[in-house]
């Protein structure tokens, strides 16, 4: 099929590579044409990762292209996919400014009949407006379907969470889109749940806020696990093999962090709020995941006391392992709280440092993770990277001038720690 996806950012990017890796033809769309030229010369913008690759495949077999012209990708495709940023507004609602401009340039450039897919994360009752913009601006009257397919992908494993998605959210207003959108699905052999749009838009801000309030539970578990001197992941582990609850997104930490889930539950909230009701339940759920840091803070000072002078090293920027996001990064919080508290920091992760430099200034940043440690009061591990788990505790050990280490991610076993000298925090264990 010919399809267009406007905006290549995060999410626009990755569905537009992984439809032309199924064989469709897919012209990307995005105003910003350094990005373009960048696209078109076989770079990419974000690290993903095996996203290099499938671009660059599918450029030279020439199912991927891009454009800045939104009127040529309108033109060429019969499908269209909106995929461009809805960021949060001060009061915690949804910046729509960039759908509907994108809502009247498809209406500018309509020559005969389209589907117009939402794929960016947007409050219910945004496909009613974004069909009302397009009829207001169309002047060329053609027939047109507005269809809502929430994407579900995480960041570090989109590829993956595309080219095999758990299910494919379809939501209409009318039967005449399905066809089409079942046959752009086809080759992914995922189960696919037709349903109404306003459902649609709900499934995706219900699960993400879902997720959110899991990982929420857990740190809430791990406060009750310290003050008995049980174990977090001994309980999530138990608590997981009920195939009802299932052990993903029931590891205690510092908190949830990213672009998606603090934004989507605010977003919840203040979508609940605008239809009259108060959705208490994930005020607490905001309200722990902040507690988590607070906490884990004053693990660090509990120990180390005073702050200022002191040097500590962080394992950790990206707001996850496997991505170079630094966006509303826990682990940057976190580095920004030590600063503030006077503390110096040595600062490493494995893809998002030249992301965090202009976050995070005044801080070391060392390529190598076995050296973080030097000259450093204390370690603090802030992102879950598996490579961390390979750190070498020995050489760390000795280059620390107290072999302190806080770990916020529960990567290491508190007993093996302590048999190697260490004087190992970690959270709800
Ligand atoms: C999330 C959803 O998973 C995805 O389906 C949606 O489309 C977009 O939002 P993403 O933000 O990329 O994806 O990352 P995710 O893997 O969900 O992690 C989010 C945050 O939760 C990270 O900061 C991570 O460290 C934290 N987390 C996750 C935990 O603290 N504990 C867990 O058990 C899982």
Same mark, same amino acid.
């Given at each position: ?68 012209? *939104?009127?040529?990708?309108?033109? &060429?495709?019969? !499908?269209? %996919?909106?995929? @461009?940023?809805? +960021?949060?507004?001060?009061?915690? =609602? ?38 009302? *913009?397009?009829?207001?601006?169309? &002047?060329?009257? !053609?027939? %047109?379907?507005? @269809?809502?397919? +929430?994407?579900?992908?995480?960041? =570090? ?273």
């Amino acid at each position: 099929m010919k399809l267009t996806i406007i905006g290549t950012g995060y999410v626009g990017l990755v569905t537009g590579t992984c439809f032309a890796e199924v064989g469709h033809t897919v012209i990307c769309v995005d105003n910003d044409e350094a990005k373009v030229k960048m696209l078109q010369g076989g770079g990419i913008p974000i690290y993903e990762p095996g996203l290099e690759e499938m671009v660059k495949r599918n450029v030279s077999a020439g199912r991927l292209n891009f454009t800045s012209s *939104t009127a040529e990708g309108v033109q &060429k495709s019969d !499908v269209i %996919f909106i995929a @461009v940023p809805t +960021p949060p507004l001060p009061d915690g =609602g949804v910046d729509l400014s960039f759908i509907e401009r994108v809502a009247r340039d498809i209406a500018g450039a309509m020559t005969g009949y389209k589907i117009v897919v939402d794929k960016s994360t947007v409050p219910v009752k945004t496909g009613e407006k974004v069909a009302e *913009t397009i009829k207001r601006y169309c &002047k060329a009257r !053609v027939e %047109f379907d507005v @269809v809502s397919n +929430p994407e579900f992908l995480r960041e =570090g494993f989109a590829v993956d969470d595309l080219m095999k998605p758990d299910r494919v959210v379809i939501g209409v207003g009318s039967q005449r889109p399905v066809a089409s959108m079942k046959a752009v699905y086809e080759p992914f052999k995922a189960p696919i749940i037709v349903t109404d749009i306003n459902s649609a838009e709900l499934i995706k801000h219900a699960a993400n806020s879902f997720l959110a309030l899991k990982i929420s539970y857990i740190n809430a578990v791990s406060v009750i696990c310290e003050a008995t001197g049980a174990n977090v992941q001994e309980v999530a582990n138990g608590m997981g093999m009920d195939e009802r609850i299932g052990r993903r997104f029931l590891n205690a930490g510092i908190g949830f962090g990213g672009s998606c889930f603090p934004k989507d539950l605010s977003a919840f909230i203040a979508i609940s709020q605008s239809l009259g009701y108060n959705f208490g339940l994930l005020k607490e759920v905001q309200k722990i995941n902040a507690q988590q840091m607070e906490r884990f803070l004053k693990k660090i000072t509990d120990t180390l006391w005073v702050l200022k002078d002191k040097k500590i090293g962080v394992l950790g920027l990206a707001f996850k392992q496997n991505t170079d996001d630094v966006r509303m990064s826990p682990a940057i919080e976190l580095c920004q709280r030590l600063q503030k508290e006077g503390a110096s920091l040595r600062v490493h992760d494995p893809k998002g440092m030249d992301k965090a430099k202009s976050l995070l200034k005044n801080v070391e940043y060392v390529e190598d993770m076995n050296a973080v440690a030097e000259g450093c009061d204390a370690l603090v591990v802030a992102t879950e990277w598996d490579e961390f788990k390979k750190l070498d505790l020995e050489r760390a050990r000795k280059a620390l001038t107290h072999p302190i280490m806080f770990d916020g991610r529960n990567l290491f076993d508190p007993e093996e720690m302590e048999k190697l000298g260490w004087i190992y925090k970690s959270v709800g264990r």
